[in-house]
T-cell receptor, first 112, second 115 residues
Framework: GAGVSQSPSNKVTEKGKDVELRCDPISGHTALYWYRQSLGQGLEFLIYFQGNSAPDKSGLPSDRFSAERTGGSVSTLTIQRTQQEDSAVYLC??????????FGAGSRLTVL | AQKITQTQPGMFVQEKEAVTLDCTYDTSDQSYGLFWYKQPSSGEMIFLIYQGSYDEQNATEGRYSLNFQKARKSANLVISASQLGDSAMYFCAMSLDTGRRALTFGSGTRLQVQP
């Protein structure tokens, strides 16, 4: 597609439920990134995929968080047993191996 | 580990004036890239400008220029002729050219352009 597409744009869930957030990157972009932005804060790196290399998971805050990227394209970020502190905007970005990132519009997660 | 510092939580500027948003960085790597992104109230992250660590000239993109001072490890964003639409959060970020490529972001500066 023309840009990075994320879904859902908004998700409200109850504490303890699992959620899945989807990212469809720009066609041909080999790199894909997930970030988290809490209210009024900067962006916190979560995970990075580059081609067929093993992902850089060093930013995942706990083992409740996981992500996969199928076929080198679409990525899913999964949060298990959600907690209220998981409430944030989850941003996906993609890029060529070098060059500026293009961000999606984000998925706003609210955990009640 | 790399670190980005933005010391100005908020800035005001009069319409049509120039404004400088400060950014300093810390890394032991020699090859890296510096980025500025704009985030309006709608939430999307908009890429503004990029400077490579080996670029000899300061980057410019329209009304945006990056004042790169490598020895001081600073990468300030200059916006000339401010417009009301420039009101937004501005983030400075850095990535390494080798190893971890994920962008490390600063805490941001909220710019408000006044008429």
């Amino acid at each position: 597609g023309a840009g990075v597409s994320q879904s859902p744009s908004n998700k409200v869930t109850e504490k303890g439920k699992d959620v899945e957030l989807r990212c469809d990157p720009i066609s041909g972009h080999t790199a894909l990134y997930w970030y988290r932005q809490s209210l009024g804060q900067g962006l916190e790196f979560l995970i990075y995929f580059q081609g067929n290399s093993a992902p850089d998971k060093s930013g995942l805050p706990s083992d409740r968080f996981s992500a996969e990227r199928t076929g080198g394209s679409v990525s899913t970020l999964t949060i298990q047993r959600t907690q209220q502190e998981d409430s944030a905007v989850y941003l996906c970005a993609s890029s060529l191996r070098r060059g500026p990132y293009t961000f999606g519009a984000g998925s706003r997660l609210t955990v009640l | 580990a790399q670190k980005i510092t933005q010391t100005q939580p908020g800035m005001f500027v009069q319409e049509k004036e120039a404004v400088t948003l400060d950014c300093t960085y810390d890394t032991s790597d020699q090859s890296y890239g510096l980025f500025w992104y704009k985030q309006p109230s709608s939430g999307e992250m908009i890429f503004l400008i990029y400077q490579g660590s080996y670029d000899e000239q300061n980057a410019t993109e329209g009304r945006y220029s990056l004042n790169f001072q490598k020895a001081r490890k600073s990468a300030n964003l200059v916006i000339s002729a401010s417009q009301l639409g420039d009101s937004a959060m501005y983030f400075c970020a850095m990535s390494l050219d080798t190893g971890r490529r994920a962008l490390t972001f600063g805490s941001g500066t909220r710019l408000q352009v006044q008429p």
